[in-house]
């Protein structure tokens, strides 16, 4: 069950890392930010949030 808790932490903690690596992308390539980026920032935020939460209340 534990292996099981830390796998959703570390995909918490991957969705911002995600987000910054399209962020790089994207301001490498010139394009222009959209709506697109907005529903990153707001998932890099959740995951960031959520996997900060997992981890303090993490099964001892």
Avoid: D, H, Q
């Avoid at 292996?3 to 490498?28: C, D, E, H, S």
């Amino acid at each position: 069950m534990k292996i099981i808790y830390w796998l959703g932490i570390a995909f918490m903690w991957m969705l911002p890392l995600n987000v910054l690596l399209l962020t790089v992308g994207k301001l490498t390539s010139g394009e222009a930010f959209g709506e697109e980026e907005l529903v990153g920032l707001g998932i890099a935020v959740f995951g960031a949030v959520a996997g900060g939460i997992l981890y303090r209340r993490r099964p001892r």
